[in-house]
Structures are given as C-alpha cells and as structure tokens.
C-alpha cells in the first residue's frame, strides 16, 4: 500500500506459468480448458452413466470423427493446438530423455500436431529428422502459426494414408484418443512400416495397475471419456498392446511429471 491505494504485481510463479508472453506460460492451456474443455465436464454424470463423450450435450455436435468434432473452426483448431503444445515446453525433454533415442535418425511423429514436441526432440537429437503426420487442417495451422523452419516435413492421415519407412515412431498423446481395435489397427501399420532394429515410442500419463492414481492421469482418463473414444491405460496394458503388434524389448520409463514413455524395438 501507497498513500491508502493498493498495488498489486505478479509473483515470479505467476510470471513464468500465466504471462502469455512467458515461453513456460499456460495461458493457451488454461483458455482451451476454460473454453472447450470445463463445457464439457458439466456433462460428467451423463458420460459416466453412457460411456461416451459429450461433445452432442456441450456443442451440439455429433459428428462420427472426433477430431472433426475438435476441429469445428479454425479459432478452435488453433487454440487446441497450443493447449496441446504447451506441455512439453515443461515436461518434452523429459519424456524424450527417458530413454536414448540418438541412434534413430529418421523419425516419424504420427498425429505430432503443432510439431511442439519434434522441436524439442530435435534440440535433444539435432542430427536426426522428423517427419509429422497429421490431418489436413493441423497441418494447414501448423505451417501458418507454428513452424518457422524448414526440419519438419508434414504427412497426413495416419488410419489411411501410407506410413513412410522410418527409424522412430512417435506416438505422445495418441494411444489414449482410441478404442482397443483402432490402436492396434494403427501399431500393426506402423510395425509393418518400422525399420527393422528401429522402435515405437508411446508418450502417455501412465495409470497405477490397480488404477489408485496418479490423480493426474486419473484426471486425464475421465477427460478422455468426454472427449474422445479412448481413456489412459496402465504399463501393462501399453506393453500388451505393443506386444499384440509385434513389438518386443518393451520397456516402461515412469519420469515423474505428467508423462510418461514406453519404447517397443521392432
Ligand atoms: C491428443 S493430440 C496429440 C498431439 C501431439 N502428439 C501431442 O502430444 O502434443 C492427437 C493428434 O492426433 C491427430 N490426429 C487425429 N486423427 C488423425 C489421423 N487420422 N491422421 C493424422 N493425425 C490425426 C490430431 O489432429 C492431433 O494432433
């Protein structure tokens, strides 16, 4: 206080995580959950009850593709690309460092959206390329709002089009959109695609195998029912369904943040 008025500032937490301007800032974040996101956990006890998503209830949407759903206008497209690209500016390094990927040199990062996690792969690997697949109009967005450089190379449809011959596989956030049929469906194309020696690395917020946390990933799960066909899975339900694909060597890195890796060797 002044001469009676009151003065208020920012405390340095507050200036790294809600600036918008900060480059560790989850204001994107914290727009996308404000704006698409809370709308749809009003509808909790319907989807609990139905075991479906809620997009109809929120949006009044019921399209059969639930990323047409997520991409019902371009404000929209890009607001979820930057929710999406937020996090790995606090925990992408970790995920990639968890274990050595630097002798894969061509890398696929199928459904790798904005590229905001093939930036930082290529800052921790710089002699290895990426290649992202994604649909039509991520990969519009992502050209216009989000990559200044020419290192990554845009594919897209991964359910449809071919996969290209590559080294690494990286699928961060993917596994979790989908039933069980539609992830096999995509793991067998990729194994058939894969190098041999080459891998598959699964990002995802690993649940306890008894499911008693973390609450994060708990969190994320019932999210993943309002939103998607998919929910989190445990270790061992990751290992399985990279078993079932061919993979073998399947190893499960916890890295104490949010996400998680699984790397499968082909
Ligand atoms: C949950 S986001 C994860 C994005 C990114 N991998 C990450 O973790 O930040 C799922 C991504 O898969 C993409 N996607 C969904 N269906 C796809 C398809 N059929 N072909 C290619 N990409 C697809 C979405 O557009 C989106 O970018």
Redesign the pocket.
Known sequence: MKNNEAFFSNTDVSNMYLVKSSPRSFYQMMMYYSKTIYMCWHFLPDAIREGKRQYERAFGITSEDI?KDLYRSEEETVSF?HH??S??HICGKDVLAAFDLSSFKEIC?????SG??AKHFLSLYPSSSVTI???PE?VQMAKKHFITDGDIVFL?????DPLPESDLYIL???IH?WTEDKCLRLLNKIYKSCRPGGGVLL?EALLNEDRSGPLSSQMFSLNMLLQTEGKERSASEYHKLLADSGFREIQVKATGKFYDAVLGKK
Do not use: H, K, Q, S
């Open positions: 990323f690309m999406m690209e996090i790995w990062d199928i459904g790798g959206c905001g996690l697949m994604d649909l991520v897209e449809d991964f359910f449809n961060a956030r993917i959109d990002v």
